[in-house]
């Protein structure tokens, strides 16, 4: 189990999320089908950081859209507490690979419309400016999405995806257009906002030094169809340093792993 500063003395395991048997597949020319999602089988902690690591167009996308009930398995089921996922949620956040503004929206506008849009207006004004201090976008609240840089974008998502206050918070590559500096900083506010409120995450990423960088677990997808290769545990306390020699042995663990699973890919 994971063993770092943050972790809270309990020894109650509260199960949020239950993937069972999930297989998805797509039909394709001439009633053919294709089987993207093979026999899926994970249970996640409440409050855990699960990182979703594979290669690019495996299938990571598809698991998180099946999570957050903007697609359904073909087989198999998916449990958020005690609730079957046939749709989406108001519990459930996602953040996706671009920025998602609306463009005739400022920022503040644009952070708020999904409370507007579920009637959550109770000191709408006073949270709206609390999360975007918090993300660090202060003084740009009357800027529209044109006048943003793509990090700014990212940033106006974040806090539009928080304030709702999600209980499962999901994020499908989304600083893979980003530069690295950017990058890093808002690898670091995601790590501490969820240090501070303990929401569910699930981050999809092909990148291994971001993943070791932000997740409490790590969930290998390989193969075709794609399938769970492995689950590892990452034993390194937060903040992470990339320089240092446990991540480096984490990182060459990892990519072990990998290369096994392309070798038995071969095998099959």
Request: charged fraction near 30%.
């Amino acid at each position: 189990m994971f063993n770092g500063k943050d972790e809270k003395n309990t020894n109650e395991i509260i199960v949020k999320i239950q993937i069972r048997e999930v297989n998805k597949a797509y039909n394709v020319q001439k009633g053919e089908q294709l089987t993207v999602l093979k026999d899926i089988n994970l249970s996640v902690e409440k409050g855990d950081f699960v990182v979703i690591l594979g290669e690019s167009g495996c299938g990571k996308s598809t698991l998180l859209n099946l999570i957050a009930g903007l697609s359904l398995p073909s087989s198999g089921e998916i449990w958020i507490d005690d609730r079957k996922v046939d749709g989406p949620h108001s519990s459930v956040s996602m953040l996706f690979q671009q920025p998602t503004l609306l463009p005739w929206l400022n920022v503040e506008e644009n952070v708020a419309f999904g409370c507007r849009i579920r009637g959550e207006l109770a000191d709408l004004t006073y949270r709206v400016k609390k999360y975007i201090k918090l993300v660090g976008l202060s003084g740009v609240e009357k800027r529209h999405p044109t006048e943003l840089s793509v990090g700014m974008g990212y940033r106006v998502c974040l806090a539009r995806a928080l304030i709702g206050h999600p209980e499962v918070f999901l994020l499908d590559e989304p600083f893979s257009a980003l530069d690295t500096f950017t990058r890093t900083r808002l690898q670091k506010e995601i790590i501490n906002i969820w240090l501070d409120n303990r929401f569910t995450v699930f981050f999809v990423t092909h990148d291994i030094d971001e993943a070791i960088s932000m997740g409490k677990k790590i969930v290998l997808l390989g193969g075709k169809p794609c399938r769970i290769k492995k689950k590892l545990d990452i034993p390194l306390k937060y903040p992470r340093d990339i320089k240092d020699e446990s991540f480096f042995y984490t990182r060459k663990n990892i990519l072990e792993e990998f290369e096994k699973t392309i070798a038995r890919d071969k095998t099959m």
